[in-house]
């Protein structure tokens, strides 16, 4: 009886040997790789073209985007391609000071399309409220999580033409371009601060 034990127990772990090897090798078969769930995240290195940024953006600001060319150029310039971009809407209230909260899209070509919200605070506005469209190029983006943080103001990077603004955030290596048109090109060059989140919140610190 003992020896009936070993020999199933020694069948039983050959077995279970030749399976680990057989699924090791599908694995590892050309074609069959499986790649982990988070590369589905990752922007990778393609980047947008000056003209597909600026196509964007005449198409998503309209009539309005006079200077949108010039701007971009700009921002082209100091920081070369993007390997993102968001399109989006955002309302702001102010009494000297105040607050703008928006929402949009991230736009990459190796990780898709995903849902972006900010908040910020809004120096030197109007008393009242206002509604405005944005598009913000990103630049060194890694993969899609590292988006969702604060990215803070860069001193002398304001710049207005033509009735579009574009100011310049950052956090480590990541560069965010917000760019406003309109009303929106003053909002956008007094804003210290954005803090984008996967989740809407009206918290904006």
């Known amino acids: 009886m003992e ?9 039983l772990r050959t077995a279970a040997l030749v399976t680990a090897l057989a699924f090791g090798a599908t694995l590892a078969a050309p ?40 701007v971009v150029e700009r921002a082209f310039q100091q920081y070369g391609l993007p390997n993102g ?14 607050l703008t909260y928006g929402e949009g899209q991230l736009y990459t070509k190796n990780a898709g399309q995903h849902d972006v919200y900010w908040q910020g605070p809004s120096l030197g506005l109007d008393v009242g409220g206002q509604g405005s ?11 899609v999580p590292a ?22 955030l950052t956090d480590d290596n990541i560069v965010v371009v917000p760019i406003r048109t309109g009303i929106g090109a ?3 060059v007094s804003v210290g601060y954005l803090k984008l989140t996967q989740q809407p919140t009206w918290n904006p610190f």
């Open 186 to 188: 003053r909002l956008g």
């Open 3 to 11: 020896e009936t034990m070993r020999a199933l127990s020694k069948a």
């Open 133 to 143: 469209r944005a598009m913000m190029l990103v630049y060194n983006l890694p993969s």
């Open 85 to 98: 971009y968001i399109l989006g809407q955002e309302g702001s209230g102010a009494f000297v000071a105040g």
């Open 31 to 70: 074609g069959l790789t499986l790649a982990p769930a988070s590369a589905q995240s990752r922007t990778g290195g393609a980047q947008y073209s000056m003209q597909e940024i600026i196509d964007a953006g005449h198409g998503f600001f309209g009539s309005t985007s006079g200077g949108l060319a010039k």
């Open 147 to 168: 988006l969702y943080k604060r990215f803070g103001g860069v001193n002398g990077s304001a710049y207005v033409v033509a009735g579009v603004g574009m100011t310049v």
